[in-house]
């Protein structure tokens, strides 16, 4: 046998512990299952699955989190649906850094399940198995009456990277609840099409100042997000500096000249990072109009601000030395 | 590395109640990137031997039972 178990009767005697009467016994005997890594020890942990404590259910469910496969994707999907919460939670937890795409389909069925955590907890550990056949339930489950699950499900979609779902995150952006329709805008950053920039641009519109956050860093990621230059310059005067923060950096990002000014406006804000961000667009963009502002904050009080003011000019010189030669 | 000398005045306090390092835990002293943990002589219970942390939080978080807190000063909150 390959692995830290030397030979069977080294698993026999953790099968031993595993059965002790004081259950701290036994969570300890898990736990040393759980560091082994050894896969053998997997049906060993799965054999506790419906131990009569909770404690050392939610051990069991902690240490399948050490493996990944299949056969510990049985064991926690009957942890997922444990009446305790602390069990169920901690088999959310483990399932959730799985990558084998071979337990989608034991995972799959539980999307469906009546409790809103257990559909929640399925969809997060289906999110990093990348698994096409994830799509279709992912698509039906935007559908859900619990938002958690609606951003669990948009989770899916967004790390599948399929053009196709475009449409379905498109329409989450009139979604009641804030969180879904942030999580739908951030799920939309894969897409460098311009359909994917126009919803993320109206999202900058949005009643919420995270999602109008979200828009205004996304539309910075995406091929696209220039033709929404303007609608960016206009979030430099939102009433949240986050927003303009990611504003700022979207545009420096696609160093839209236009903006050198309104961003230079928000050279002088309270908040250094906003400062900071401010003179890193400013460098970025290059444009020798930049310089007075840049100017300003050479003496900042903040040292991070006053590194990227240097860098900044020296990019505008430089700019400005290869227009002279 | 200065000792501690009452388990009460160091940041890493153990409920010995609930510590099952008799039972042959060592999660929270395996954990420990300072090695400041130590498993009683006496007690066969988890306490701080070293008062030196950086509270990095992985031996509360990881303790399978509870047991351990770590109290971060007030100016690291």
Redesign the interface.
């Given at each position: 046998m390959s692995g830290p178990f030397e030979s069977y009767d080294d698993l026999d005697d953790a099968d031993e512990r595993l059965q002790a009467a004081d259950p701290a016994e036994r969570r300890v005997a898990i736990i040393a299952l759980g560091h082994s890594g050894d896969p053998a020890a997997v049906a060993h942990l799965a054999k506790l699955v419906a131990d009569p404590d909770s404690g050392v259910r939610q051990q069991v469910a902690m240490a399948l989190g050490e493996f990944d496969g299949p056969e510990a994707a049985s064991a926690l999907v009957k942890l997922l649906v444990d009446p305790e919460r602390i069990v169920a939670a901690a088999a959310a937890d483990s399932m959730a850094e799985f990558k084998d795409p071979a337990c989608a389909g034991i995972i799959l069925p539980l999307v469906k399940h009546a409790h809103a955590f257990v559909r929640m907890g399925a969809l997060r550990a289906l999110r990093e198995l990348r698994c096409k056949d994830t799509l279709k339930p992912a698509l039906e489950a935007l559908q859900d009456a619990d938002a958690a699950v609606r951003v669990q499900a948009i989770g899916v979609i967004g790390f599948l990277k399929l053009e196709e779902s475009i449409p379905a995150l498109t329409a989450l952006i009139n979604d009641p609840d804030a969180h879904v329709r942030r999580a739908a805008v951030s799920a939309l950053a894969f897409s460098q099409m311009k359909p994917a920039a126009e919803t993320i641009t109206r999202a900058l519109k949005d009643s919420d100042w995270m999602v109008r956050e979200m828009a205004a860093e996304t539309l910075g990621l995406n091929a696209n997000g220039s033709l929404a230059a303007d609608q960016l310059v206009g979030s430099l005067a939102d009433e949240f500096w986050q927003v303009r923060l990611k504003a700022i950096r979207s545009l420096g990002r696609m160093k839209v000249e236009r903006a050198v000014r309104p961003i230079g406006n928000c050279i002088n804000h309270d908040q250094a990072n906003l400062r900071k961000e401010a003179a890193a667009a400013l460098g970025e963009i290059a444009h020798p109009d930049g310089e007075a502002f840049l100017v300003v904050i050479a003496d900042d009080p903040d040292p991070d601000v006053r590194k990227n003011a240097r860098w900044a000019l020296q990019q505008i010189a430089a700019r400005k030395a290869r227009a002279g030669a | 590395m200065p000792l501690a000398s009452y388990q009460t005045s160091v940041p890493v306090v153990v409920d010995d109640a609930k510590c099952?390092a008799d039972?042959?835990?060592t999660?929270c002293v395996d954990v420990c990137p300072l090695d400041v943990l130590r498993i009683s002589d006496m007690t066969n219970k988890a306490y701080m031997a070293y008062d030196e942390c950086w509270y990095c939080m992985p031996c509360e978080a990881d303790c399978?039972?509870g047991a351990v807190t770590v109290n971060i000063p007030y100016l690291l909150r």
């Open positions: - | 099952i039972k042959g835990c999660v399978p039972t």
